[in-house]
């Protein structure tokens, strides 16, 4: 009895092995490649429910992004099956696409302050010189109010 429940324990952690290592595919893409794709498709997959320049919502870019890097969809998942398949190494490559993205999202954040900054500066500069303008408009209505008692002045004592 002890034999056979010693093999039943043997079975179970032998059948226990992680046999889900793929086989390293022929045309696999570099992992610093693997990176930046999964970068570019992060950006794409969000950006789909964004309106773009002609207002148009809901448009697939992945296959921009396919060509971008020059490659198809198939080499993209057999070389994602064969990176899941070394989850240590996956992880890592998530991980460089995942910070590379943050920071980009934090240079795209300094330059829209500086871009916001600059546009309230352009405000405040219109503002002050309409504010000149309708001073001049004021005074100049001013002057004409004071030719015009001068006029009416000069026809009172014509009279």
């Known amino acids: 009895m002890k034999k056979i429940s010693y093999l039943l324990i043997f ?15 022929k045309d696999l893409i570099p992992r610093d490649t693997m ?5 570019e498709m ?12 002609n207002q148009q919502k809901n448009i697939n870019y992945m296959p921009f992004v396919y060509d971008r ?3 198809d969809s198939t080499r993209f998942e057999a070389s994602n099956f064969y990176y899941m398949s070394k989850i240590d190494l996956y992880q890592e490559i998530l991980e ?10 934090d240079v795209f954040k ?3 302050t500086r871009l916001d900054s600059v546009k309230k500066d352009s405000t405040d ?6 504010k000149r303008l309708d001073s001049l408009k004021i005074l100049g209505k001013l002057d004409t109010l004071q030719l015009n008692n001068k006029l009416l002045d000069e026809v009172i004592t014509k009279e």
């Open 125 to 130: 500069k219109v503002r002050n010189y309409q």
């Open 11 to 25: 079975i179970m952690i032998a059948s226990c092995t992680s046999n889900t290592i793929f086989e390293k595919p």
């Open 110 to 112: 300094k330059i829209q």
């Open 96 to 105: 460089e696409a995942k910070t590379s993205i943050i920071a980009r999202g």
């Open 35 to 39: 990176s930046l794709l999964l970068q």
């Open 42 to 53: 992060m950006i794409a997959s969000s950006a789909k429910f964004i309106k773009n320049k």
């Open 69 to 71: 890097f020059q490659i």
